[in-house]
Structure formats: C-alpha cells, structure tokens
C-alpha cells in the first residue's frame, strides 16, 4: 500500500522559511515522480513544484519561482520543498503527490497523480 506523508508545515511570517517533507513507503520512490501541490481555502488544488525521478529536471510554477526549491533523496524515500520569503499568498495546504516516469509531460496536472499525501497546513501571517 502506497503510503506518503508530509510534514514541516506550521505557522510563520511573512519572509519566513520552512522546509516540507514527504516521506513515502509501498512503492519505489527513485522510479516515481515526485511533486508539490497547495489549496487554499475556497480555490482549486494548483501546481507548485515537480522533479523527476532522478531529480535532473525541474519545475516550478511562476509564483513560486525563484522562492522554492524541490529537492529528493532516494535513499530516504523522501521529496522536499524549501520554501523562502514567504507570503500571506502562500497560505495553503500542501500535497505531496508521486507519479509513474513517463507522465512528465502532463506534471502539471492534478489527475496525472496516482498517490497523496493528507496534506500540511501553511499559514503565513502579514
């Protein structure tokens, strides 16, 4: 059973840093997409960041750019977002989300994803 948990969520102020993790277990992680997604209250489920499978490409939504970085150890089975200069706008839950290599072309989209996490809440205070 496909199994991914975050952590690092919490509160912060503005300008300030945090580092998510997302632990997984049931699957071979190395052979997986591994990707970051948030909701805020009352939107959609938006992309964030995403990294292949052995972590030479990346990708970032232009919000984000710049301020977060998507890192993954393998050998800990575990897919990071550190997250700089915070905004109130970052506000969110966070997902992690893993995906079969091949769907790289379509790493955007929330319905490429086979498996989530439950989620870390964000808050970033003004």
């Known amino acids: 059973q496909v199994q991914l948990v975050e952590s690092g969520g919490g509160l912060v102020q503005t300008g300030g840093s945090l580092r998510l993790s997302c632990a997984a277990s049931?699957?071979?992680?190395?052979?997986?997409?591994s990707a970051w997604f948030r909701q805020a209250p009352g939107k959609e489920r938006e992309f964030v960041a995403a990294?292949?499978?052995?972590?030479?490409?990346?990708d970032y939504a232009d919000s984000v750019k710049g301020r977060f970085t998507i890192s993954r150890d393998n050998a800990k089975n575990t897919v990071y977002l550190q997250m700089n200069s915070l905004k109130p706008d970052d506000t969110a839950v966070y997902y992690c989300?893993?995906?079969?290599?091949?769907?790289?072309?379509?790493?955007?989209?929330?319905?490429?994803?086979?498996?989530w996490g439950q989620g870390t809440q964000v808050t970033v205070s003004s």
């Open positions: 990294i292949t499978w052995g972590g030479g490409s990346t």
């Open positions: 049931g699957l071979t992680f190395s052979n997986y997409i």
């Open positions: 989300a893993a995906s079969t290599p091949n769907m790289w072309y379509s790493h955007r989209l929330t319905r490429t994803y086979t498996d």
